[in-house]
């Protein structure tokens, strides 16, 4: 699925990744989700990031962590890989799953995980790259909508990169183990 490349430092991956998981899981009347035609897209699926707190003023990505290092910044890392986060994963309907929000920005805009992954894969270089993207997807990935920032060590303030291809992985991570748990048929993969 590409995540071995995403956990080895090549961020990049993430589109690939979200154009496996669209075509895993996406939906439509003309597009058929291969798991949907093995019998696997519904039931309940692990999610490790909970819903969002409807009485938080503050931005949240309910799928990553921030990881600062010396001399190279600060990223959103998938809960995968590090540690898992606050909320304790649960397994949840598909339809919940996929439809809830896990990403609020500064503008009040709410993200579910089809949202991400239909971004990345088919308008932000996971199968097609489009000259002008969705204007809160664009925001999001490019300009900081969760207006997250860190002080680089020389008391300027730079702002973090977008948090999208970060959730991508944390997704794959839970659809690889929820295939890992229900599935009847054995799935390679290691676990993170």
């Known amino acids: 699925m590409g995540c ?3 956990d080895a430092g090549r961020e990049v991956a993430g589109k690939h990744i979200a154009l496996n998981l669209r075509v895993l899981l996406h939906q439509t009347p003309k597009s058929h989700a291969l798991l949907q ?7 309940n699926y692990l999610d490790t990031a909970g819903v969002l707190n409807p009485n938080n003023l503050l931005t949240e990505c309910k799928l990553t962590g921030m990881q600062i290092t010396t001399g190279h910044g600060a990223r959103h890392v998938p809960l995968v890989l590090i ?7 649960k397994k949840v309907p598909f ?4 439809n809830n929000a896990v ?7 709410n993200f579910n995980r089809r949202d991400l992954i239909l971004n990345v894969s088919n308008t932000d270089g996971g199968a097609h790259v489009d000259p002008e993207l969705d204007d809160a ?10 207006g ?6 020389n008391g300027i303030l ?8 970060a959730c991508t992985r944390q997704i794959a991570h839970e659809v690889l183990s929820t295939l890992a748990i229900t599935a009847s048929w054995a799935i390679p993969h290691k676990p993170a």
């Open 83 to 89: 540690g898992g986060g606050a909320f304790g994963a």
């Open 158 to 165: 730079q702002q973090m990169s977008g948090p999208e291809l």
């Open 103 to 109: 990403v609020k920005d500064k503008a009040g805009r």
């Open 148 to 153: 997250w920032e860190f002080n680089a060590g």
């Open 37 to 43: 035609q093995l019998g696997l897209r519904g039931g």
């Open 137 to 146: 997807y664009l925001q999001l990935s490019r300009q900081n909508s969760l």
């Open 4 to 6: 071995e490349h995403y």
């Open 95 to 98: 339809a919940e799953w996929w």
